[in-house]
């Protein structure tokens, strides 16, 4: 696995520590791929609502528990919904490699929250069991097991 000197991406116009995701609903095995920021201050990983819905999960339903989170924005509900992640490999110019698994994360409840814009790879869930070291004046970053 480690992600060694992985060139930060362009989202929205800006440089940042991304990572390219295969997200995939495990009850009907619909797959999308994205990019996920990475974010040392966000507690969890956090799916934008209009991806959920593209796999097809009933985002709001009555059945979905939720739950109640502090954003920068102010407070948001969630909506926990199961996926399977994948962190896509890549090569050492960023490259992505759409066969190559370099991080699975099976089956696990994750939050979901309406008006999102990206992806967020948070601590709880993701972050908390790697080394992340970013190197901002060369607009990289890398990530491996302790």
Excluded at 2 to 27: C, E, S
Excluded at 84 to 97: A, E, F
């Amino acid at each position: 696995m480690p992600i060694v000197d992985h060139p930060f991406v362009d989202i929205y116009g800006t440089p940042k520590p991304a990572l390219p995701v295969r997200l995939i609903n495990p009850a009907n095995s619909i797959e999308l791929t994205t990019w996920a920021l990475i974010d040392t201050g966000a507690d969890n990983t956090v799916i934008p609502a209009y991806i959920a819905r593209q796999l097809y999960h009933d985002v709001s339903h009555r059945s979905v528990k939720t739950d109640i989170c502090q954003g920068i924005g102010g407070q948001a509900k969630v909506y926990k919904h199961t996926f399977r992640l994948n962190i896509l490999g890549t090569d050492k110019k960023g490259k992505v490699d759409y066969g190559k698994v370099a991080i699975r994360i099976n089956k696990k409840l994750f939050s979901v929250v309406e008006g999102l814009h990206a992806m967020v790879l948070g601590e709880d869930d993701f972050l908390k069991k790697y080394i992340l070291t970013i190197n901002y004046p060369r607009k990289t970053f890398s990530l491996r097991r302790p």
